[in-house]
């Protein structure tokens, strides 16, 4: 067990969901294009640590940060924009992840057709992420997309059979980074010989920061309705 590298990964959740929160605290003063924005980049970044960066914490259990944190964050994002600002606005953010994930893939495919046809990289950069294929990517912008709408719906679902509210975000949330493993990386590294520790990892890594992104998220709820109250 790597300790190091668990601290690590905590740490940059922790930067990631205190980033998230701020600037929904600050969306009266800032507007919540500004969260949507930061989402985007959230999901941008995950594309590139998606391919590069694996941490292992045992030998095996692999993390990617990408796919672990930045991922969890934007479908806790939406799930904060749905709880406090209604569907219109999820409905907003959600669209604004697809429109993005059309553009991502449109650029990386294009530079790995520039890649192919000879053009040198400087320096001895990664073109790891450039390398994708089409399908990888148009496979990753539809899941994360059902993945949005699924928030919605779920969280819609629980709500009536639970009251607690922690127990709704958490339970929403498992549910659905479980459903995003298991679909992505059943489709994608389907024939793949390390596709079981791939779906363990991933399954393993995604819960421990629901759970991790739940607690800090339920206490941002109340806290943000005490001071709304007051």
């Not at 905590?10 to 969306?27: D, E, S």
């Not at 095996?60 to 796919?67: A, E, L, N, Q, T």
């Amino acid at each position: 067990m790597n300790y190091s590298h668990i601290a690590f990964l905590f740490l940059q959740g922790t930067l990631v969901a205190f980033i998230m929160f701020l600037l929904f605290h600050f969306r009266r003063q800032l507007g919540i294009g500004v969260l949507f924005a930061c989402m985007v980049f959230f999901q941008f970044i995950q594309v590139f640590l998606s391919s590069d960066f694996p941490i292992f914490i045992t030998d095996s259990i692999i993390v990617s940060p990408g796919s672990s944190i930045f991922f969890t964050a934007i479908i806790f994002a939406l799930l904060v924009i749905f709880v406090k600002e209604g569907a219109a606005e999820a409905t907003k953010a959600i669209y604004a992840l697809l429109a993005m994930n059309v553009v991502m893939v449109i650029l990386i495919q294009s530079f790995s057709w520039g890649l192919k046809e000879g053009l040198e990289v400087p320096f001895n950069a990664s073109t790891s992420v450039f390398e994708n294929s089409t399908f990888d990517l148009i496979v990753g912008s539809l899941v994360i997309f059902v993945d949005s709408l699924l928030v919605i719906v779920v969280f819609k679902y629980v709500s009536k059979l639970m009251r607690f509210l922690f127990l709704r975000i958490l339970l929403t949330m498992l549910i659905v980074v479980s459903f995003d493993t298991l679909l992505f990386s059943l489709t994608t590294y389907w024939n793949y010989e390390y596709l079981n520790v791939i779906i363990i990892s991933g399954l393993i890594s995604r819960a421990v920061f629901s759970i991790f992104y739940s607690v800090l998220f339920y206490f941002y709820l109340r806290l943000s309705n005490s001071i709304d109250e007051n």
